[in-house]
């Protein structure tokens, strides 16, 4: 069993930044070994893929809304992946999830956070 929990939502002016992590644990869960991505769910919307990372770091992809503004990294020796957000725009307020994807190019997941807010807003 895997448990991940996303942290650092909140409120933020438009073209303000915020850095949200996701801390994975499990019992036998090698995080080094999985493939992990930030997806949203946008107020009335369905979720959507946001952002992947590889194994190692080294490969990532994005929405093409967020490209440019969004970087996904990881820190395996820390369990954790973030999502730094800069430039934010009032379209970007959603529930952030993290999970843990089924392949690369995949938006099938095995493993989901609780969420954590993001409200951008003047």
């Known amino acids: 069993q895997v448990q991940l929990a996303e942290s650092g939502g909140g409120l933020v002016q438009p073209g303000g930044s915020l850095r949200l992590s996701c801390a994975a644990s499990g019992r036998t869960f090698s995080f080094s070994s999985y493939l992990m991505g930030w997806f949203r769910r946008p107020p009335g919307k369905e979720r959507e893929f946001v952002a992947a990372?590889?194994?190692?770091?080294?490969?990532?992809r994005y929405r093409d809304s967020v490209k440019g503004r969004f970087t996904i990294s990881r820190d395996n020796a820390k369990n954790t992946v973030y999502l730094q957000m800069n430039s934010l725009k009032s379209e970007d307020t959603a529930v952030y999830y993290c999970g843990v994807l089924k392949g690369f190019y995949s938006e099938d997941v095995d493993y989901w956070g609780q969420g954590t807010q993001v409200t951008v807003s003047s």
């Open positions: 990372i590889s194994w190692n770091g080294g490969s990532t």
